[in-house]
């Protein structure tokens, strides 16, 4: 906010954990301490709320909405002096208050009735004074009497609309993973015309791709009543910009992706690869190319070196197979086999927002696949990690890495690592699968599975993928389940980590965070909304764990889930319990929050639907600081795009370039796109590791004429010094800094 050139924000928080219902006495919690944030007068109070990189804002809050909508002058002089006394009882700082008046509150109209009645008001009475105000009129005045407030610093996690979003699990996944890949085709589809002019057809379809997101994003459900055709319209229409987001994002990507391999310079009459990196530091990992059934045998090249590549051919053999797009694959490959058949191997040194590009050369006879990693019937290993399957369960028992000479999952945890848990809401039960059939995967030369199918109450079908690789510390969990219409449950997927003292962090809002610590005091502590990382420190090392498809994570163990009375529908039988605390973190055990399917508003009252979830999992020594933590998130919800080009190209790029160095480890490039006015490029950058410090940024393929600094919103430039192809400013901890480049 304060980036953004924002002052002032009025918290129109609502009491949700106020509001009564039948067998739930009012005031049964609150969304955080209040006698902790507020000062001894209680509400209304203002305070300082300050962001990870220092910039902060004025914060009002008076309860709710605070809404007052008075009818008539006489209906007002029945009420205001009331509450003008209530305040001077407590001892109220303010001589200025704030009310919404018409247009405040869910669906109401604004009304000229409230200038009217201002008028009348104060031809009538000398004080108090009415004005019909703007927020950042009460602001100037509110500031003026505003001494000795006090700071606070980080999260406020919320109980209600962040497990809502889990009411339609569907396209809350599809709009998470828009999230990364819209952020990735706006890159790169900038690059192909950063100089030249704007493409405008490009430019208004990422800006609608954007719009949709966030409509998506935006807590607009469903109607109160959450059940019939008009419900049915109104999800109609809200899910519509989850998968026309994802649409449009992938044209985008296309786009961009195809115009910038077709100016790759390449030598041969053979078809390549030309892979590309999205993200801006150095990636060796795994590519997947969609599609692809080779005619004749044939070995992988690396332009650069000259060295062949391992890889593999993989097949959809199984329409449950947990694979994005399975089913619609498997039934396209009976008639156009090509659609069932990927090719995967491993890119080494991909360059930052770069690319690598590598040659597909025909071989007489195919090479017989070598891998690394050793299968048995319950169990992989690979020089990385040794796991091993609960075969009763298909849960993993354990998972043991041979680096750290450490066994990483809790033998004595309530449940298993990858283990389904059901729980139903009324009753708090739990259960999971009970038989489950274990079967081997894949298994070549970049990578090895182990395929678990089973079921449990309202997941008539769950099949689970645990995946080892060859060359990478990495182990990757794809579980797919067929959701039926049983209502009243919940659903998580169980992370026990063996910690004898764990330390929690992970990525929240451009922040890293501690729970308990970053957040408003008494705030929720049950369940967080977490970016592309999580870890559980221990000593020395940690464990990461990066949730591709499921935004809300656990700490320390299962936690009752606290949606507030005004819109579970049945009550859990431990609502009412205190906020997750210090004693109920001393686990180093991770829960994955994926469904919820009881609400009596507003949400979908139940869901059915096909699912997908996947994890992925790496150890290290050391822990976030190291900038690990976030290279191995950010990579796993960021694929390599590989794009198959034909034939030798005269290009103006080389086979293998960067479009972007940063020098500083600590800073990421989190946007690079067009000008809001189309003057320009914007380059915006994120320090993500805490670290104060001066970044230089080099763009080796463009040549810079002009640079500026600007705000988050690209306005108050300043001339900012660059070179040809660089430029260097100063960095805050977790600031975000927006730079504005003309190129020649």
Not at 1 to 21: E, I, N, T
Request: aromatic share 10%; charged share 20%; glycine share 8%.
């Amino acid at each position: 906010l304060a980036g953004s050139g924002v002052k002032d924000f009025f918290a129109g928080l609502p009491s949700y954990f106020r509001w009564p219902q039948p067998h739930i006495p009012a005031d049964i919690h609150t969304f955080w301490d209040e006698a902790a944030v507020m000062r001894p007068h209680g509400r209304p109070d203002a305070f300082y709320w300050q962001g990870p990189d220092g910039g902060r804002v004025l914060v009002y809050y008076q309860g709710g909405y605070g809404c007052w909508s008075p009818q008539s002058c006489e209906e007002a002089a029945a009420q205001l002096p009331g509450m003008l006394d209530e305040m001077d009882e407590t001892g109220s700082p303010f001589s200025t208050m704030r009310y919404g008046g018409y247009g405040c509150g869910d669906n109401t109209d604004t009304d000229i009735a409230v200038s009217y009645l201002v008028r009348e008001w104060n031809e009538k009475w000398a004080y108090p004074e009415l004005v019909v105000s703007t927020n950042s009129m009460f602001f100037a005045a509110l500031e003026k009497e505003c001494d000795n407030l006090r700071l606070f610093a980080g999260e406020l996690p919320h109980t209600d609309y962040a497990v809502g979003a889990l009411s339609t699990a569907l396209e809350t996944t599809l709009n998470r993973r828009t999230h990364d890949r819209l952020h990735a085709a706006e890159k790169l589809a900038t690059l192909t015309g950063i100089n030249g002019s704007i493409d405008e057809n490009l430019a208004t379809r990422i800006g609608e791709a954007y719009d949709d997101m966030l409509l998506y994003d935006e807590h607009t459900w469903g109607k109160s009543y959450q059940v019939g055709p008009s419900q049915d319209f109104a999800w109609n229409e809200k899910s519509r910009y989850a998968y026309r987001a994802a649409a449009l994002t992938e044209s985008i990507l296309d786009t961009g992706l195809d115009r910038l391999a077709s100016a790759v310079r390449l030598e041969e009459e053979d078809r390549y690869l030309v892979v590309f990196n999205s993200l801006s530091f150095t990636r060796s990992d795994v590519v997947r190319l969609v599609g692809f059934l080779p005619d004749t045998p044939f070995m992988l090249i690396d332009v650069e070196s000259g060295d062949p590549v391992p890889h593999q051919l993989v097949e959809i053999d199984d329409p449950q197979t947990p694979l994005l797009h399975a089913a619609g694959r498997y039934a396209r490959g009976q008639f156009q086999p090509a659609d069932r058949c990927d090719l995967v191997f491993q890119a080494s040194e991909v360059p930052p927002l770069g690319y690598r590009t590598y040659r597909i050369e025909p071989l007489p006879a195919e090479a017989s696949p070598v891998s690394s990693v050793e299968v048995g019937e319950y169990s992989l290993q690979n020089r990385f990690f040794r796991l091993i399957l609960d075969p009763r369960t298909g849960a993993v028992a354990s998972l043991y890495d041979r680096e750290l000479d450490r066994e990483l999952v809790d033998a004595d945890a309530d449940h298993q690592l990858n283990q389904l848990i059901v729980r139903q809401s009324q009753s708090g039960d739990t259960d999971s699968p009970q038989e489950a059939a274990i079967s081997k995967g894949v298994q070549g030369s970049v990578y090895t599975s182990l395929l678990v199918c089973s079921n449990a109450p309202g997941c008539p079908q769950l099949t689970q993928e645990i995946i080892l690789y060859n060359d990478i510390k990495r182990v990757d969990f794809a579980s797919r389940l067929l959701k039926d219409s049983t209502p009243c449950m919940e659903l998580y997927f169980a992370f026990p980590f063996a910690s004898t003292r764990p330390t929690f962090h992970f990525e929240g809002s451009n922040s890293v965070i501690q729970p308990l610590r970053d957040q408003f005091p008494g705030s929720n502590s049950n369940y967080y909304s977490v970016q592309h990382w999580a870890e559980v420190a221990d000593g020395d090392m940690s464990i990461v764990l990066s949730p591709l498809d499921a935004h809300l994570l656990e700490f320390g163990g299962l936690h009752p889930c606290y949606v507030s009375q005004a819109h579970h529908g049945a009550t859990p039988t431990d609502f009412g319990r205190p906020f997750a605390g210090p004693d109920d973190m001393v686990k180093g055990h991770l829960y994955s929050f994926v469904l919820d399917s009881n609400f009596r508003t507003n949400f979908q009252a139940t869901q059915q639907a096909d699912l997908l979830f996947r994890y992925a999992l790496t150890a290290q020594s050391g822990d976030w600081q190291s900038g690990r933590s976030r290279d191995f998130g950010w990579g796993a919800a960021n694929p390599l795009l590989p794009v198959l080009r034909k034939g030798s190209s005269e290009g103006r790029l080389p086979p293998i370039a960067s479009f972007c160095l940063i020098d500083g480890d600590h800073v990421i490039l989190s946007a690079c796109k067009w000008a809001e006015e189309g003057d320009g490029t914007i380059l915006r950058l994120t320090e993500t590791l805490g670290a104060a410090g001066e970044v230089t940024v080099t763009l080796p393929l463009f040549e810079i004429s002009r640079a500026w600094r600007t705000d988050l919103i690209e306005q108050h430039p300043s001339p900012l010094p660059a070179e040809s192809h660089s430029f260097s400013l100063p960095i805050k901890p977790f600031e975000i800094a927006t730079v504005k480049i003309e190129t020649c």
